[in-house]
DNA sequence: CAGGATCCACTATTGGATCCCG
DNA sequence: CGGGATCCAATAGTGGATCCTG
């Protein structure tokens, strides 16, 4: 059966190009039949299941629930990434990177920084997403490896040291997402009252929003246009 | 009197150098203060009132009704354009260039157009013309004469090539001003119900909108932006 | 709470319509 | 009707908020 040969491929992956075979294994399959090789439920709508697909890909290519398992990419080295697309190709959102904290910020250079890091590298698995589409319906496009070009890692770097000097000259009046060309810092919490323990410009204790980097569409979209001219 | 100079200079340009240091010296004014010198009314509302600067402009470059001077700017191979900017020095509009039939637009290579003609030599005027200013409260900018650069004149003549081809292969519903990187086609008429005489796909007679040529405030942006850093 | 993300009200952009003059 | 342009309702874009899971 189709959906066990997916199955059959979950565990570890010797390289990230096996990884790759993988993925675009699952390229045309419908999330309905990812779903059918997994014993989990597939919720009927989008909406108040945000991170369904993604979570559904990853389990699709072996990195279940168990640290074993969540290894094998960390050992690869790559970070996997759903990209919601239109049927034109184009990114229909931003994409969620990492969490960070303006103290951490200031104090780390964009070559040691996470979201450095998490970039490096990335799967990205296209998925067909119009909103009028089912959960159900979406469809797995052709995944491809990234890692950012000489011209893509001197914009992000920019952004990063854009934001994180506001960050250190205390302007946090300036700092929300619209800075950044390519990369973006935004809110992320389950609502916008939630604070965490930070400290102020001096050092000192102080509560604040819990941030995260975003990729721009825009990027995005000129990472998938350039992936799709290799094909 | 001061404004008295810029109506002495309004005889005859002997070059372009002579017109761009003319346009300079009325960097700073207001239009108030253009007006004062040229015996005209001032509309106290920018509504209503859509190509009052650029033709008090025009006539403190001596551009008068009269054919003779506007001769002066043909000879010297010069068109002349304000361009509406914000306090960021960013166009707040798009820029008419000229009107163009579909039939010769058909006919008609980049090289031998209207459009192309117009655009070969064009002294920019910028005012800042924030919403809440009135008119006589705008402010004339540092003027400057612009050609296309060669990436410039490539990206022009892409646009006008696919316009002209959806135009010959009677695309008219793909046709609008989406149409175009830097370059667009607009309706341009008292109303969206005037209709000219056109010819259409087999050279048969028919009633068309009429539609001009504009330029794109992101193109003009780049423009300006390229004009400042001469300064 | 970190990580998988998308939602959606609001803002920014702009395509088509329009205004005045000669 | 061509040329000087801007207006503004509708659309596109996105910044901040939010949802679910382990």
Redesign the pocket.
């Given at each position: 059966m189709e959906t066990q040969t997916v199955a059959a491929t979950s565990a570890g992956f010797a390289s990230q190009h096996e990884l790759l075979r993988a993925a675009r294994h699952l390229a045309g399959r419908t999330i309905a039949e990812l779903v059918h090789g997994l014993d989990c439920e597939l919720p009927a709508e989008?909406?108040?299941?945000?991170?369904y697909?993604?979570?559904i890909?990853?389990r699709a290519l072996g990195l279940s629930?168990s640290p074993l398992s969540a290894a094998d990419f960390e050992t690869l080295g790559v970070?996997?990434?759903?990209l919601?697309v239109s049927v034109a190709s184009r990114p229909r959102?931003?994409t969620?990177v990492?969490?960070v904290a303006l103290s951490s910020l200031v104090e780390t250079p964009w070559e040691a920084s996470r979201v450095a890091y998490k970039l490096a590298r990335v799967l990205f698995v296209p998925?067909e997403?119009e909103?009028h589409l089912t959960l159900a319906e979406r469809r797995v496009g052709s995944a491809f490896l990234w890692s950012p070009t000489r011209e893509q890692s001197a914009l992000l770097q920019a952004d990063y040291a854009e934001i994180a000097g506001r960050a250190a000259s205390g302007e946090l009046e300036t700092l929300?997402?619209?800075v950044g060309r390519v990369l973006?810092l935004?809110?992320?919490?389950?609502?916008?009252?939630?604070r965490?323990r930070a400290s102020d410009g001096e050092g000192l204790p102080s509560m604040a929003?819990?941030r995260a980097f975003y990729l721009?569409?825009?990027f995005t979209a000129e990472v998938l246009r350039a992936a799709l001219r290799e094909d």
């Amino acid at each position: 059966m189709e959906t066990q040969t997916v199955a059959a491929t979950s565990a570890g992956f010797a390289s990230q190009h096996e990884l790759l075979r993988a993925a675009r294994h699952l390229a045309g399959r419908t999330i309905a039949e990812l779903v059918h090789g997994l014993d989990c439920e597939l919720p009927a709508e989008p909406v108040r299941n945000k991170g369904y697909v993604g979570r559904i890909v990853e389990r699709a290519l072996g990195l279940s629930a168990s640290p074993l398992s969540a290894a094998d990419f960390e050992t690869l080295g790559v970070e996997l990434k759903t990209l919601p697309v239109s049927v034109a190709s184009r990114p229909r959102e931003s994409t969620f990177v990492c969490y960070v904290a303006l103290s951490s910020l200031v104090e780390t250079p964009w070559e040691a920084s996470r979201v450095a890091y998490k970039l490096a590298r990335v799967l990205f698995v296209p998925i067909e997403s119009e909103p009028h589409l089912t959960l159900a319906e979406r469809r797995v496009g052709s995944a491809f490896l990234w890692s950012p070009t000489r011209e893509q890692s001197a914009l992000l770097q920019a952004d990063y040291a854009e934001i994180a000097g506001r960050a250190a000259s205390g302007e946090l009046e300036t700092l929300d997402a619209r800075v950044g060309r390519v990369l973006q810092l935004r809110p992320k919490a389950a609502h916008g009252a939630v604070r965490v323990r930070a400290s102020d410009g001096e050092g000192l204790p102080s509560m604040a929003q819990p941030r995260a980097f975003y990729l721009r569409a825009g990027f995005t979209a000129e990472v998938l246009r350039a992936a799709l001219r290799e094909d």
